[in-house]
């Protein structure tokens, strides 16, 4: 079954606050995960990723934190704006990169001006 | 821009019709993945080729063919779809077989009637 998933459907944040999108995985061996941003009618787009030798990797308004205890992975957005709005999904490669990534179904983000 | 590029972006077909997607990639990866993508379901791979040659088939069924003439050129064959096949089809290439950041098209979205 899928061993990536994600908390919460869908956020809805306001103009200016941070988001924090959440991840939950399953299988411990996983090595590197990926967040991916997709809009409306486009394809699912990078956005940062991290591998399990990180616990927080940082770029521009954007963080993912990785937490290997729990296997729970997050990526936070710093002064969220309306072209946030998006679905938000995590990957993980569960086999140092010999096997496909294996997505979750996503988070819609709704930023509220 | 993401460097790769899909054709048609929208596309109705009947169950006994036979249609193509066409993906291009103009980014000098080796690497190329048909993904499937259908409303709230995670992505799913389909087909992943590297260096022109077939290195994954998901169970596909044969009603998909894929073709890969080159590293930068990418088909899907349809023929004789049946409506639950109506999905976003996305093309996605990265620099190796390591299955790590994915560059995705728009996808075509297929409407099988």
């Known amino acids: 079954g899928e061993s990536v998933g994600l908390h919460l459907p869908t956020l809805s944040v306001q103009e200016g606050d941070n988001s924090i999108i959440n991840c939950a995985y399953s299988?411990?061996?996983?090595?590197?995960f990926i967040w991916y941003k997709q809009e409306s009618g486009k394809g699912p787009q990078f956005i940062i990723d991290?591998?399990?030798?990180?616990d927080k990797r940082q770029g521009q308004r954007v963080t993912v934190l990785l937490n290997k205890t729990v296997k729970h992975l997050s990526l936070q957005i710093a002064a969220t704006q309306p072209g946030d709005s998006a679905v938000y999904f995590c990957?993980?490669?569960?086999?140092?990169?010999?096997?496909?990534?294996?997505f979750g179904k996503g988070t819609r983000l709704s930023v509220i001006a | 821009e993401t460097g790769v590029t899909q054709t048609p972006r929208h596309l109705v077909m009947g169950m006994t019709n036979k249609k193509s997607l066409k993906c291009e990639q103009h980014?000098?990866?080796?690497?190329m993945y048909w993904y499937k993508q259908s409303a709230k379901k995670p992505l799913e791979l389909m087909f992943v080729?590297?260096?022109?040659?077939?290195?994954e088939n998901n169970s596909v069924p044969s009603r998909f063919s894929p073709e890969c003439p080159n590293s930068s050129h990418l088909f899907l064959h349809l023929h004789t779809l049946q409506p639950e096949d109506s999905a976003l089809y996305l093309c996605?290439?990265?620099?190796?077989?390591?299955?790590?950041?994915?560059?995705f098209g728009s996808g075509t979205q297929l409407s099988v009637l």
């Open positions: 996605a290439s990265s620099p190796g077989l390591d299955y790590e950041k994915l560059f």
């Open positions: 299988n411990s061996a996983s090595d590197y």
């Open positions: 991290i591998r399990s030798n990180m």
């Open positions: 990957a993980e490669n569960p086999n140092s990169g010999n096997t496909p990534l294996v």
């Open positions: 980014l000098g990866h080796n690497a």
């Open positions: 080729y590297n260096f022109k040659e077939q290195t």
